[in-house]
Structures are given as C-alpha cells and as structure tokens.
C-alpha cells in the first residue's frame, strides 16, 4: 500500500519568513495530493491540493509543487503569520471513487511573532 | 462545499460498553464514507472505507469484529466501538466525496472524541 513520510515533525519561523514542508509517497498510481491544516481538537481543514497532471499550483500565501518522478510534493508557506501556527499534514490517494488517503506524520508549525 | 456530520462530537463511556458514532453527509450522497482514528499528537490513520449496501473495508491490523461498520443508506455510515477499552480512547473521523464534483477533495466530518474510562 501506499506510505507518506513527511518531514520535519515541527517547525518553527519568525513572522514574515517562510515555511517548507517536504513529503514523499510510494505508491506511483497515486495522483492527488491534498495539504491539510489541523487546529487542536478540530477536523482537518484542505488549504491546497494538486493531481498529478499539475507540477504547481499557488494560492495566495501558499504553493505546493510536484515532483512526480521522485515522488515527492512541498508546501510553501510564505510570509508567514501567527495565525498559521498549526499542524499540517500531507497526504497521497489515487484520487478514484474509493479515494481513500494516506496521511502522513504531520508537521508542527510555530510562528513566532 | 459539502458538508459531513458526526455525532456525538464527544463521549465517554466506562470499559467493556459499546458505543455508535454516526457520520452523515448533509447536502450530498456518499455511496463511500472513511473512518479514521487519529491518537493525540498523532497523524489520521484510516480504520475502514465504509460502502453504501455493502461489507466494509478494513484496513491490516483493525479489528472487524471490534469496529463495526454499518453504512445503511447513502447519507450515513455508523461506527460502533464494542466492548471498548481505554486503549480505545481516541478521536474518530469521518470523510466523504461529493461525486458531483469533479475535485477529488474528501469533506471531513467534525471528529468525536471518544474517552473509555
């Protein structure tokens, strides 16, 4: 089956810089790839995600890339704010009716202002 | 966007009971729904697919006799815990698609947080 490793655990960055979370998948079929924010206690929020036909894909403060020969995908958070302290997961699926994800560790990010 | 419930948003119950989750989808039908548990600091860990007329899918390692899935109609998938144990405490998920659309994203229900004393 499917495996997402996601790296680093935590994250810390000052105010205003930017932060990068990397993850790779296994399973080559898989061709969505979502980003998820989760606040305590809450259920996990889409920020962006990206298929595999796409090597980019921006909103706003955020970007996420694809790099589907080495099977790795990035979250780019730029000027970072406060209120983007969270967890953020990574996850992989084959994005069919059965799209079941995969998650993976999840990244710990503090902005300190 | 679509829209998934869960109910009770918490509970706790006392060793060897049972208890039922429910996760419905509002506004669309979910021939799929996907429970996921999810331990403190932990990542999402999906349990089951749960299909619409039709036996769930368990993941390696999850106990089909000790989570029982029941997805009656195409709005709501039940997760019963029997005989749960404290190692049972956890936060339970639940996610859908809305076929009609053509994203592949999953709408996330609001998690119950089951505690087992």
């Known amino acids: 089956g499917e495996n997402v490793e996601q790296h680093p655990s935590t994250l810390s960055v000052q105010e205003g810089d930017s932060a990068v979370i990397k993850c790779t998948y296994s399973?080559?079929?898989?061709?969505?790839f979502p980003w998820y924010k989760q606040e305590l206690g809450k259920r996990p929020q889409l920020i962006i995600d990206?298929?595999?036909?796409?090597g980019e894909k921006k909103d706003q403060r955020i970007a996420v890339t694809l790099n589907k020969t080495a099977k790795h995908f990035s979250l780019h958070i730029t000027e970072t704010q406060p209120e983007d302290s969270a967890v953020y997961f990574c996850a992989a699926s084959r994005g069919t009716a059965g799209n079941k994800l995969t998650f993976g560790g999840g990244t710990r990010v503090l902005v300190k202002p | 966007g679509a829209v998934v419930s869960q109910h009770p948003s918490w509970v706790i119950c006392k060793s060897g009971t049972s208890v039922k989750i429910e996760c419905r989808s509002l506004?669309?039908?979910?021939?799929?729904m996907f429970w996921y548990r999810q331990f403190p600091k932990q990542s999402l860990m999906l349990m089951a697919t749960s299909n619409e007329g039709s036996k769930a899918t368990y993941e390696q390692g999850v106990e089909k006799d000790k989570f029982l899935i029941n997805h009656a109609s195409l709005t709501l998938s039940t997760l019963t815990v029997t005989s749960a144990h404290p190692e049972d405490s956890s936060f339970y998920i639940c996610s859908a698609r809305d076929l009609r659309e053509p994203s592949y994203e999953q709408y996330f229900g609001p998690g119950t947080r089951l505690t087992v004393t």
């Open positions: 399973d080559s079929a898989s061709n969505y």
């Open positions: 506004d669309f039908q979910a021939t799929t």
């Open positions: 990206i298929r595999s036909n796409v």
